[in-house]
Each structure stands twice: as C-alpha cells, then as structure tokens.
C-alpha cells in the first residue's frame, strides 16, 4: 500500500502532533545538508518544484522540477519501526523514536550533482515534513507500513549516492532469512573423452633456465631510511628461506 501525495493542494486544519512531527523530520533534513543546500531546497518547496511524492513503507519517491526539461526522481529509504498502538493523538511520545535521525535517512537522485544529499532530495524530504503538518499518521505510514514490523535484520541496505554520473540509483539488499544451497558450477565442455582423443597428449614446455646471481641494490633514501638497505636486508632474509 503507498499513498500519492500532491505537495501543497492538501486542504487540512492543522494538528498538534503533525506539527511537532513536521519539525522534527525538518531538523534532521537540515542535519544532513549544508545550509546553502538547505535554503534552495526550501526555495524549492516554495517555488512547487516538488509536484508528487509517494509513500510506502520504508521508502518515499518524490518527483522534483529542477533545471532540466525531465523532473528528477528522488527517492529516500528508511529502516521500519513497530507500529505504536492508540490513537494519532496519542503519538506524541512517541515521534522521537519514530522520526529519522540524519543517519538512518538512506537518499538518492537521478540529477547530476554530487552532493550528499543535493538540493532536490532537502525539498523532496522538507515537501514532505509540510504534509505532515495536517496529516502526521503518513508518519506512520513511512516507518511502520500498514501494522507489520521488520526486524533489524529485515532492514534495507541502501547504496550511497553515487559520486559520479548522472544516473542515481539505490541498492536494497532485504534478508529474508531463508539460506539457499549454493549452484553448483556448470559443466567443462572442454572435460570429454572426446575432446582429450582429438588433443592427445600434447608435451609441456621446459622451463627456462633462470641464473642466479646476487643483485645490486643500489643506495637510495627516504628522509632517513635508506631504502636500499632495507630492500637488501629484505632480498637476504628470503634467500635464507
């Protein structure tokens, strides 16, 4: 189950617990980014660069209008939680723990800058810290799923943002917990009774003959080692070998 969210068109009174919720996912974003990255993405946000976000549990997707003529797609991953029980009113003590720290928000970009996270995935997150606003239970929605829980070891692990090239993508990993035995390796086609008949026996090569003689190190120093020295007392302690 996901929900499709239009930043900004949702029409709602706002709610004590969406309001504290919205700040707290807003302080992390800013703990992530530098603060000029920080004010062009809420420039962003001001501006209606983010026009959709979805959210499923663990992950949201949003779609970000940037300088090109193609949106940029930004996705951010983050572990689940067990799902608190009571009412959303009843949630207030319980959004620290569900909020995401800077370091559990795993984020990625289809835009071409570098930067950890860009400009696009700050609004992308802060469009929707705004939501949560007047509807806190997509909270809720991000970290626990519809009721079901994950245990740590079910947890995504989710790739960086690549350093180079446009292209941005995440890596999930989930364990399942169930071990396969492993394939096994094909077959040598090489391996026939046919193919040895065709070859034969084919003589192996003599190995060359190799003189061994001492070797010169010459003297070279690295501030006070001298390298030669020690590559010399190197060669003298295998040849003892």
Do not use: N
């Not at 029409?11 to 707290?24: E, F, I, K, M, Q």
């Not at 917990?177 to 070859?199: K, S, Y």
């Amino acid at each position: 189950m996901s929900s499709v969210l239009l930043p900004g068109q949702f029409r709602g009174d706002p709610h004590p617990v969406g309001r504290l919720a919205s700040t707290l996912v807003s302080v992390a974003v800013a703990g992530m980014a530098d603060p000029p990255r920080f004010r062009r993405g809420k420039l962003y946000v001001a501006e209606g660069a983010v026009t959709r976000i979805e959210v499923s549990p663990g992950m949201l997707l949003a779609t970000v209008v940037g300088s090109r003529d193609q949106p940029y797609q930004v996705m951010a991953s983050v572990g689940m939680l067990e799902r608190p029980q009571g009412p959303i009113e009843s949630m207030r003590g319980q959004l620290t723990r569900l909020t995401p720290e800077a370091h559990e928000l795993m984020v990625s970009c289809t835009c071409p800058d570098d930067a950890y996270p860009c400009k696009h995935t700050v609004a992308a997150l802060l469009a929707f810290a705004a939501e949560l606003v007047a509807r806190p239970e997509l909270l809720l929605e991000w970290r626990c799923g519809s009721g079901d829980h994950s245990t740590p070891g079910d947890r995504a692990a989710v790739g960086s943002r690549a350093r180079r090239g446009a292209a941005r993508h995440l890596r999930l990993a989930h364990s399942s917990g169930v071990r396969t035995a492993p394939e096994p390796p094909p077959p040598d086609q090489w391996a026939t009774d046919e193919w040895r008949q065709f070859l034969g026996s084919l003589p192996l090569p003599s190995p060359p003959a190799l003189e061994l003689a001492a070797m010169h190190v010459r003297r070279s120093m690295l501030g006070t080692i001298d390298l030669g020295a020690w590559v010399q007392s190197a060669l003298d302690e295998l040849t003892s070998l």
